[in-house]
């Protein structure tokens, strides 16, 4: 039984399209994310999914049982959390966790509160205006507020990027817990792939208006529908003609060789493919080198080496690459 699925959907704005043709599903249980560059019309999805987007095309089903489209709403069971977190400045910690509990009455209400205050570790916080919280306080107020009444669809707008690079890691480990011990399904948008790779089950990309590859993070990464994929989710380097030769890969046209970055080496230890360095530079986890290949035959590439490597000795290297290392893609 699937929680989430979007058929088809497209949506103009005036006479500007942004989005057509998406299509994906959410099965029970899994965390999806949606990765795209700033205005690919990801927080759109999210809307429509919580039928605060009116006329569009397509349509989403929501646990089978509901159905939303152009004109018709359906929010029962989803719990949206907005990229700024939308708390209540007026209302403290407490009281906006309670906020969406209208059918318990107080005893019951309390009691819930009293539940998530300790889950989410903020009962110290408890009675303190959302003005006094850190950023990361603030998001589990949202968090929290939104799990209180028991969603079965999670909606999250780039949850992470207000907070920091250490409590966003830590972040994220802890969400994916929660959304995974309450089986929820959930969608969350992003820019950063990082994010996406380590949260989710799967991952759709935005490319072109449309949705140009969804599978888990290990079947994007290792075959990437086209070269915007590949540089997308880690660095790369394209391979020169010259090298992909000696591999004995023909390219067709619109066609590139490439390979991830932690699979590229060069070595001192002579192995087939010999070249001369014209140009190194030091990156920290890796060099860049301009390369010959034979005189007039230059390339850049970025690569691995051993520490005990040194430049100066030799302009002699070789590249130590392994055929079942480099995928061919579109371009
Ligand atoms: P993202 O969340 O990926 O940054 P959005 O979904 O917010 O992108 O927006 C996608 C595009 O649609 C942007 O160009 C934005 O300006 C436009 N857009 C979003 N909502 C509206 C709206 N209600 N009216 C007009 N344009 C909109
Ligand atoms: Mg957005």
Redesign the pocket.
């Known amino acids: 039984m699937f929680g989430i699925k979007v058929n088809n959907f497209g949506?103009s704005?005036?006479n500007?399209e942004?989005?057509k043709e998406v299509s994906f599903s959410v099965q029970e249980g899994e965390i999806v994310t949606i990765l795209?560059?700033?205005?690919?019309?990801?927080?759109?999805?999210?809307?429509a999914i919580a039928s605060l987007?009116e006329k569009f095309e397509g349509e989403i089903l929501l646990n089978e049982t509901c159905q939303i489209s152009g004109n018709q709403k359906c929010n029962k069971d989803i719990g949206y959390i907005f990229q700024d977190y939308a708390l209540f400045p007026h209302l403290d910690v407490k009281e906006n966790i309670g906020f969406a509990l209208f059918n318990l009455n107080a005893i019951e209400k309390q009691r819930r509160v009293d539940e998530l205050l300790k889950q989410f570790d903020l009962v110290e916080h408890r009675n303190k205006q959302i003005h006094e919280l850190s950023g990361g306080q603030q998001q589990r107020v949202s968090i929290a507020r939104t799990i209180a009444y028991n969603p079965k669809i999670l909606l999250l707008?780039?949850p992470f990027s207000n907070l920091d690079s250490l409590l966003r890691d830590k972040t994220k480990l802890w969400l994916k817990d929660i959304i995974k011990k309450l089986g929820l399904s959930a969608i969350l948008?992003t820019?950063d792939k990082k994010e996406a790779l380590s949260i989710s089950d799967k991952i759709g990309i935005?490319q072109n208006k449309t949705l140009v590859q969804f599978g888990t993070p290990q079947e994007l990464f290792s075959q990437p529908a086209n070269l915007y994929i590949a540089k997308f989710l880690g660095d790369i380097n394209i391979l020169p003609q010259s090298i992909v030769q000696h591999f004995g890969i023909t390219l067709q046209e619109e066609q590139s060789a490439i390979i991830r970055l932690n699979k590229t080496f060069v070595t001192y230890h002579p192995t087939a493919i010999k070249l001369h360095i014209k140009q190194v530079s030091y990156c920290g986890d890796y060099y860049e080198l301009v390369l010959n290949f034979s005189e007039h035959n230059t390339f850049f590439i970025k690569a691995n080496v051993s520490s005990d490597f040194n430049f100066s000795d030799n302009s002699t290297i070789y590249l130590d690459i392994c055929a079942s290392d480099i995928l061919v893609v579109n371009t």
Not at 36 to 46: A, C, E, N, V
């Open positions: 949506i704005f005036g500007m942004i989005l795209g560059p700033s205005g690919s019309g990801k927080s759109t999805i999210l809307r987007q707008d780039e948008v820019h935005l």
